[in-house]
């Protein structure tokens, strides 16, 4: 099973800064990797798939990166929408698709 | 429009078998291509995938609960069904389903529903 290790833990940053979140997989998923974003009591929404895309109807500010083991999630100017718990999925070596165990993004 | 509901009990005893549904709308079972899935995620914890039904009754499980799960679709009805046997109180978590469309990925997801193991 391959294992996604999200970093950081939690990142705090102001409105209108820039982020960087990463995700590392313990194995090449290629670019079979995706981001969601969860708000607080909402089922998780998809952001980003196949590592780059992003899914209908998300802000150009969301961006994508990476293959082989390396991710990184970047929101380009952080809106007060934005913080919120992220995760990545992996679907190369599946079953299972597998989660990271998330970064929360905060309000500094 | 896609939409996603589940529904089950919100209390269940250890040792029962739960049983949950995934209603859904604004698209098919029986297009080419679509899935159906499901994921769980205990409280304050990560996501945890656990089952996927495709148009053409293609199942996958996740390995480490495959001998609990079982998941069938009634495209008539435009339901997902996933039931979990032998229910523990570390199996307490919101449920959530999904649809697997075009992009390969969950999107979007229903709304989830809060099952409690319990005795």
Avoid at chain 1, 32 to 47: I, S, T
Avoid at chain 2, 18 to 42: A, E, K
Avoid at chain 2, 54 to 81: E, G
Wanted: some cysteine; proline content about 7%.
């Amino acid at each position: 099973e391959i294992v996604l290790t999200q970093s950081p833990a939690t990142l705090s940053l102001s409105p209108g800064e820039r982020a960087t979140l990463s995700c590392r997989a313990s194995q090449s998923v290629s670019s079979y990797l995706a981001w969601y974003q969860q708000k607080p009591g909402q089922a998780p929404r998809l952001l980003i798939y196949d590592a780059s895309n992003r899914a209908t109807g998300i802000p150009a500010r969301f961006s994508g990166s990476g293959s082989g083991t390396d991710f990184t999630l970047t929101i380009s100017s952080l809106e007060p929408e934005d913080f919120a718990v992220y995760y990545c999925q992996q679907r190369s070596n599946w079953p299972p698709d597998t989660f990271g165990q998330g970064t929360k993004l905060e309000i500094k | 429009q896609i939409t996603l509901k589940e529904s089950g009990p919100t209390l269940v005893k250890p040792t029962q078998t739960l049983t949950l549904t995934c209603t859904f709308s604004g698209f098919s079972l029986s297009t080419s291509g679509v899935g159906v899935g499901w994921i769980r995620q205990p409280p304050g914890k990560a996501l945890e995938w656990l089952a996927l039904i495709y148009w053409n009754d293609d199942k996958r499980y996740s390995p480490s609960l495959k001998s609990r799960l079982t998941i069938t679709k009634d495209t008539s009805k435009n339901q997902v069904v996933l039931t979990m046997t032998n229910m523990d109180p570390v199996d307490t978590a919101t449920y959530y389903c999904a649809h697997w469309g075009s992009s390969g990925w969950a999107d979007p997801w229903g709304q989830g529903t809060l099952v409690t193991v319990s005795s």
